[in-house]
């Protein structure tokens, strides 16, 4: 299993503002996954990336994969209250980073 | 579909206690995962099965952990004897394409060992 390296630990952006949150790897990515987690729930699939610089966007998220499938990006436009919580990426699901704790202030 | 159910929701017991977590998989998914997650070691894979046979187990941490799948739509993770530091919130997850699409996972049940 890989280590997957997120940045920044925690994020505490306004209402209205964007974020980017970023997730890495020393090793190839064979699929990449991004999570939503709220308290007291599990983690909830937003998205796969497999192909190196496929760009997949979902409402206000856009994820990008890197061309060398080594990194990966998750932004989000406009960030709302319902945006907090904490954002994970995983690798085939067998080992996940630690993750991004984003908070939107009304 | 309900999606992927685990029981219960919280567990409060004392150390020295068996405890036995359960899950029940989505329908038509051929993979169920165990995992374990704390504020300090993040979300940790414990063991994975298809088509109810473990394939890797690498993650239990000690002899004290066991896990099975009878059947296709239930599983166990027991704990036995339970120890203070086994206290955390454990997830069932399932999928049909194995690992590289990504899971749904089930609501978690919150273990506090005393």
């Known amino acids: 299993t890989q280590l997957l390296e997120q940045s920044p630990q925690f994020l505490s952006i306004q209402e209205g503002e964007n974020l980017t949150v970023y997730c890495n790897s020393s090793?190839?990515?064979?699929?990449l996954q991004w999570y939503r987690q709220e308290p007291g729930e599990g983690p909830v699939l937003l998205v796969t990336v497999v192909t190196g610089g496929e760009v997949k966007k979902l409402k206000r998220l856009t994820f990008q994969f890197g061309d060398a499938r080594k990194d990966s990006s998750l932004h989000i436009t406009a960030a709302q209250p319902g945006d907090t919580g904490l954002y994970l990426c995983?690798?085939?699901?067998?080992?996940f980073g630690a993750g991004t704790t984003v908070t939107v202030r009304a | 579909d309900a999606g992927v159910i685990q029981s219960p929701r919280h567990e409060v017991t004392e150390m020295g206690q068996e405890v036995t977590l359960r899950c029940k998989p989505i329908s038509g998914h051929d993979y169920l995962f165990w995992y374990r997650q704390t504020m300090m070691r993040g979300l940790e894979l414990l063991i994975y099965?298809?088509?109810?046979?473990?394939?890797?187990d690498s993650g239990m941490p000690e002899d004290r952990f066991s896990a099975k799948m009878p059947n296709a739509s239930f599983s166990t993770l027991k704990i036995q004897p339970s120890e203070p530091r086994d206290s955390a919130v454990y997830f069932c997850?399932?999928?049909?394409?194995?690992?590289?699409?990504?899971?749904?996972f089930g609501s978690g049940t919150r273990l506090t060992v005393v």
């Open positions: 995983a690798e085939g699901g067998l080992s």
């Open positions: 090793s190839v990515f064979s699929s």
């Open positions: 997850a399932s999928s049909f394409w194995g690992s590289f699409y990504g899971y749904t």
């Open positions: 099965f298809n088509n109810n046979v473990p394939i890797d």
